[in-house]
């Protein structure tokens, strides 16, 4: 056992600990290293989208190609900001996060619709076998769930829809297993780190 004197070590240890101690109860230890993280993560996050993304796009699109109608987004953006402030106007919010998420999706379906596109064709596959049966039965059962407006009058629907119901469960059940398993490989790499790089403690 030989515990490391590098002094990077140590603060990454220490804080590994502050924010592991908020297992046991809240803190100040944990208070500290929460604060840390968001004001470290927040003032990286400002200097480089102001270097690396606002400045540099400026210079380039407004500046020397005269493309001026990135200042209307520029400004449509700053409309993010009323939701803080006093009054009636906290509305005008609503207006650029709805340009975004239309342009996103858009963008998405337009530019790259490679993925979207192979899922919904993957949902189309054939019935040769009996796995290809079954995904098209749960998968028919997972739309009736959403079958609103027929759903209490026809009786195939309603109990497809108990059962699409299930299926989504199921789903994310499954995705949330998956999330579940990152962090517990995230857990063991800092335990790993803990006794392998900090404490000097042959784990392998």
């Known amino acids: 056992m030989h515990v490391s004197t590098d002094p990077q070590v140590w603060i990454m240890a220490l804080c590994t600990l502050a924010v592991y101690s908020y297992l046991y109860k809240e803190n100040p230890f944990w208070r500290l290293a929460e604060y840390a993280l968001v004001a470290l993560y927040t ?14 796009r400026i210079k ?3 500046i020397e190609r ?11 953006g700053l ?9 009636k106007v ?8 709805a340009v975004e998420v239309g342009w996103g999706l858009g963008a998405v379906i337009a530019v790259s619709p490679r993925s ?14 009996v796995n290809d049966v079954i995904f098209f039965l749960l998968l028919l059962t997972a739309f009736m769930y959403f079958f609103f407006t027929v759903g209490k009058k026809s009786p195939v629907v309603s109990v497809g829809g108990k059962i699409g119901r299930l299926v989504l469960m199921v789903a994310l059940g499954t995705a949330f297993g998956n999330t579940i398993q990152g962090r517990i490989s995230l857990f063991l790499q800092r335990l790993s780190f803990l006794l392998a790089d900090w404490l000097g403690i042959p784990i392998g």
């Open 43 to 56: 003032s990286y996050s400002v200097a480089y989208y102001w270097h690396g993304y606002l400045i540099p």
């Open 116 to 129: 979207p596109m192979q899922q919904l064709a993957d949902s189309m596959r054939p019935l040769k076998n």
């Open 79 to 87: 409309l993010y900001y009323c939701r803080y402030l006093p009054g």
């Open 60 to 62: 380039t699109y407004v």
């Open 90 to 97: 906290q509305w005008l919010a609503r207006y650029p996060i």
């Open 66 to 76: 005269h493309q001026y109608y990135y200042i209307v987004f520029g400004l449509l």
